[in-house]
Each structure stands twice: as structure tokens, then as C-alpha cells.
């Protein structure tokens, strides 16, 4: 009996190293995950119906990690051109990072790109085999807004999001998925939001209005441009979740 037990944990391991190392089909994931093709709408429907019930069933607090993200994408950006942190702020409502250096341009449009990019990458590993890297990349993000922000509101949906994460990352893989796809697609959708209220009114918008004067073009054409580009990301994980 020990014997047979051993051989399968060889056998099992054997498995897990060639899906690492080979280029399988999305079926074949599917398959070896427990998932189904079907399990994989699981993630954009919770992910929606989160979004049509956030503002009842948790107020405010996907709009404010909506709103940390995106300050975290301009600081991020303004650090790797070179540039400096000098204050930062966060609120459900509003937030802003004001840095010093790097490449405005970059650094300006990095928050209305982040959000999505994120949101994209997430949904992405949910059903390919970079599942653990993306479970580990929402670690620490959820580390470094505990750390970033003085508010204790952001404090504390940082420490839910990181308890979350262990927890599903120690579960069933399959719902590691599905948690990682969810949030992935709800940043997403927070992010087409986003851009919608800012195309109704964008007056109060710094970034935008920075932007537009940085490269001489009405504030509607960036908002638009970020929609479309959101768009073509959301085509393309449809595509290879659904192909």
C-alpha cells in the first residue's frame, strides 16, 4: 500500500511538472483544475452581482479599493520613472499622490490604466496555470495598502482583502480561481464606472485635465480612448476564456 501511495505522488507530481513546463489548451487546465468551462462564468456573474449590490451590501468599500489601487498605480508609476512620493491621500470619495519627477505623462494616466490592466491580469491567471503568482500578487498589494494609507478605512478593507487571499489561496484551487477571476472582473467593472462618470462630468477630475492640456486634446477624447482600450481587454479575455 505504501508502495501504490508513493507511485501515485510521483505520478501526481510528474502531472503537475508537465502542465507546468507545456503549452496545454485551455481544456486541459479546465480539467486537471476541476474546472469547467461553464465554473468560469462564476466569477464574472459574482463579480456583477457585487458591483449591482455594493452600494448596499458594503457601501463605499469597493469604490475606496477602487479609489487605492488607482492612487497606487500613479505612485507606482512616478517611482519607476524616476520620480518621488511626496504626499499621499486616500478617501472613499476622492484621493490623490502628490509626487515630484519621473514621467508625467506615464505617471498621470497610470491610474485610470492600472485599475483595469490589474483587473485584466487578474481575471487572466484565474483560469491559466500563473494562478499562484496572481494569488501572490494580490498578497501584496494587500500589504503594501495596510502600509501605504493612514486611514483606517483603507486599513481595514486592506486586512479583509489579505485575510481573504490566505484563506482562499489555502483552499480548494478551484475556488482560489474563482476568487482571484471575481475580483479580477470587478476591477474591471469599477474602472468602466469610473470612466462613465467621468464622461458625464469630468470637471473635478485633476488627471484628466492634466492630461488634456499636456497633450492639447479634449478631456471626452481620453476618457473615450481609456474606455475603448478597457474594452479591447475585455474582448480578449472573453476570447481566451470562451474560445
Known sequence: DVVIIEDYQEKAQKV??????????????????GLSKEALLWSPAAATLLFILKDWVIP??????????????HALAAI???????????????????TSGGWLFLTKIAG???VPLLG????????????????NLV???????????????????????????????LSHQATAHWFIGTLGWLLILLSIERFVNLYKDVHFESDILSLSLLLDVKPSDIIVTLFFVTALLV???????YR
Request: charged share 15%; net charge neutral; with cysteine.
Open 16 to 33: 503537475r511538472s508537465d502542465i507546468r513546463s507545456s503549452g496545454l489548451t485551455p481544456e486541459d487546465f479546465w480539467r486537471w483544475a
Open 120 to 135: 485584466y491580469l487578474l481575471a487572466r491567471a484565474s483560469f491559466a496555470k500563473y494562478w499562484r503568482p496572481s494569488i
Open 80 to 98: 519607476l520613472t524616476g520620480g518621488k512620493i511626496l504626499n499621499a491621500s486616500i478617501g472613499f470619495a476622492e484621493g490623490f499622490v502628490q
Open 60 to 73: 463605499g468599500y469597493l469604490d475606496l479599493f477602487e479609489n487605492t489601487i488607482h492612487e497606487l498605480s
Open 235 to 241: 474582448t480578449h479575455l472573453c476570447y481566451k476564456i
Open 112 to 114: 485610470f490604466g492600472g
Open 139 to 169: 498578497l501584496l498589494i494587500a500589504i503594501g495598502g495596510i502600509g501605504s494609507w493612514s486611514s483606517s478605512s483603507s486599513a481595514t478593507m486592506f486586512i479583509v482583502l489579505l485575510g481573504l487571499t490566505i484563506l482562499f489561496s
